[in-house]
């Protein structure tokens, strides 16, 4: 079975402060999806990143794919109030074609 | 517009009554998929789905069933519900039949099982 070890899981934080979430595996990922969920709905896909050592940014969000495609990280950069939420990080492509693996999500809560 | 829908969105039941939820998406995606969320479990995958009658089990499909009969519809089947099945159940779909593309998301159905 594949894990995709998502940490850390509960982030509370100051507006204005830096903060970065990971996702670690010992798999391979064809590719590694960031979703973003609100209460009361689903997620919904911030990013997707395919290529080793990939970085791609979305405003104050940047993320980054490693090098080998086994890990992942999600930065925000002056974090504020509308970016709590739960972060989940989806891997696709690994040993179970078709199967996609999730890590456990990151609540972050940021207080004004 | 675009999208995922899910019926019901809250249902109360007991234990042994047989339920479906249903699943629909109008993007003619071919991969689509049934999933669970529980708290401090995350989202745990039960099956999914890679083309019509193409159906494959994923982490936590005991207890489920799902049929894949047309392409826009992948409804979800407890036959003989129980507690442990008491749960936030989301479907989605995806273009492609491997779901490396984006995941569109249903709104969610929250089930509680007594």
């Known amino acids: 079975t594949q894990l995709l070890e998502q940490s850390p899981q509960f982030l509370s934080i100051q507006e204005g402060e830096n903060l970065t979430v990971y996702c670690n595996s010992s798999s391979v990922f064809s590719s590694l999806q960031w979703y973003r969920q609100e209460p009361g709905e689903g997620p919904v896909l911030l990013v997707t990143v395919v290529t080793g050592g990939e970085v791609k940014k979305l405003k104050r969000l940047t993320f980054q794919f490693g090098d080998a495609r086994k890990d992942s990280s999600l930065h925000i950069t002056a974090a504020q109030p509308g970016d709590t939420g739960l972060y989940l990080c989806?891997?696709?492509?690994?040993?179970?074609?078709?199967?996609?693996?999730f890590g456990q999500g990151t609540i972050l809560t940021v207080h004004p | 517009e675009a999208q995922v829908t899910q019926n019901p969105r809250y249902l109360i039941t007991v234990t042994g009554k047989k339920l479906t939820v249903t699943c629909s998406q109008n993007?003619?995606?071919?991969?689509m998929s049934w999933y669970r969320q529980d708290p401090g479990l995350g989202l745990r995958q039960i099956y999914y789905?890679?083309?019509?009658?193409?159906?494959d089990k994923g982490d936590v499909p005991e207890g489920y069933k799902v049929s894949r009969k047309e392409k826009r519809n992948f409804p979800l089947i407890l036959e003989s519900p129980s507690p442990n099945q008491t749960s936030l159940y989301f479907c989605?779909?995806?273009?492609?039949?491997?779901?490396?593309?984006?995941?569109?998301f249903g709104p969610g159905t929250r089930l509680l099982v007594l």
């Open positions: 993007m003619n995606h071919e991969y």
């Open positions: 789905s890679m083309n019509v009658e193409v159906t």
């Open positions: 989806i891997g696709a492509g690994g040993t179970s074609y078709g199967k996609l693996t």
């Open positions: 989605a779909s995806s273009f492609g039949r491997q779901g490396y593309t984006t995941q569109y």
